[in-house]
């Protein structure tokens, strides 16, 4: 614990000093009284966002979110250099995850025949990488592998899936694979660090794989594309699940998947209401609760000292801010002010 507050505390200091600029219920109330986006604007310069937006002077959702996600890849970037050994590592991987993000969004516009530098704007900064732009002259996702991915920092994300062929497969089966092999390899750093960090970020990793499983499972009910096989090969080795995934795997829709999960009472309720993966105006789907619940282990491991876990949690509650920044925005310019509460509460 000692040799983490000589090495890194001043660093964990600054981010939970993060912490406090988290936009409070007061300020969320604030946000979702607006008229229009300039009100919008006057109210975010009172929070700690302060004068982000003033030299924008037409306002739109898509604005206002490239500019919240600029103050904190801006506030990453600065912890990142100043960061050495494995707290640097651990932050990489943090960015590894809007990489795999990127990566599929060019994948998927390459398919769709899209204008590759419409993709490429709407990559996620923080998931910017030396050749990410080359992907965008590659013919197929093999291609892709072989001149520039088996190089780029998530190279071993792809080469561990054991899949030689990417072209045959469907997007989301790719998204799939990757992610394994993503949450897996974080889970094992995260172990080999030990300590606090281990506790934190093992839970919310596990947690994660659990929430992957069950979504993958709900969202591949009925798709004949998809076999049990396929299901268990996507299913990260990590997790409360792990014991009963051949179990899960033979699911055939949403109700025989509930039951399946009845030893497992923090999922089994999620479907407690008899709301599917989607909802309508109103309701929670499922994966608004596990929303929800992710939040609840972020704010933990933001209040837990001497562990990396405080900035996982700064990031992700930070993303989901912005999202629901976006939400709040895109309900007042298209006159939805019936679900502008219908945000993610990041914060109590």
Known sequence: MLG??????????????????????????????????????????????????????????????DKAIEKLVNEFSDLREEATQPLAQFLDFISYEYMISNVLKLIA?????????????KCHPLGLFN?????????????????????????????????K????????????????????????????????????????????????????????CGVKDITREDRMKLYPNIGALVDVQDDIADAQDEESLKEKLKRFPEYYELFDDGRGMDSAAGSKSIEKKFVERSVVMYRDAMMRQFQYGVFFGWVKLKELETQNLVWIAECITQNMKSRVQEYVKTTE
């Open 4 to 65: 983490f507050n000589v090495r890194e505390g001043s660093l964990e200091a600054i981010v939970h000093g993060y912490r406090n600029g988290f936009l409070r219920p007061e300020e969320y109330n604030n946000l979702t009284q607006c008229d229009s986006l300039g009100d919008l604007k006057s109210q975010l310069q009172v929070t700690d966002y302060g004068n982000f937006l003033q030299n924008e002077g037409n306002l739109t959702s898509r604005v206002i979110a």
């Open 109 to 121: 516009g390459a398919r769709n025949g899209r204008e590759a530098l419409d993709m490429l704007y």
């Open 131 to 163: 050749g990410l732009s080359a992907l965008t002259s590659a013919t197929s996702v093999d291609d892709m592998f072989e001149t520039v991915l088996i190089d780029s920092p998530i190279g071993a994300f792809f080469a561990n899936s054991q899949q």
């Open 165 to 220: 062929d990417f072209d045959e497969l469907s997007l989301e089966y790719i998204r799939g694979l990757l992610q394994k092999n993503y949450l897996e390899a974080f889970h094992e750093f995260c172990e080999k660090l030990g300590g606090d960090t281990a506790i934190v970020m093992c839970g919310i990793l596990e947690f994660e794989a659990d929430r992957s499983v069950i979504t993958f499972t709900a969202n591949t």
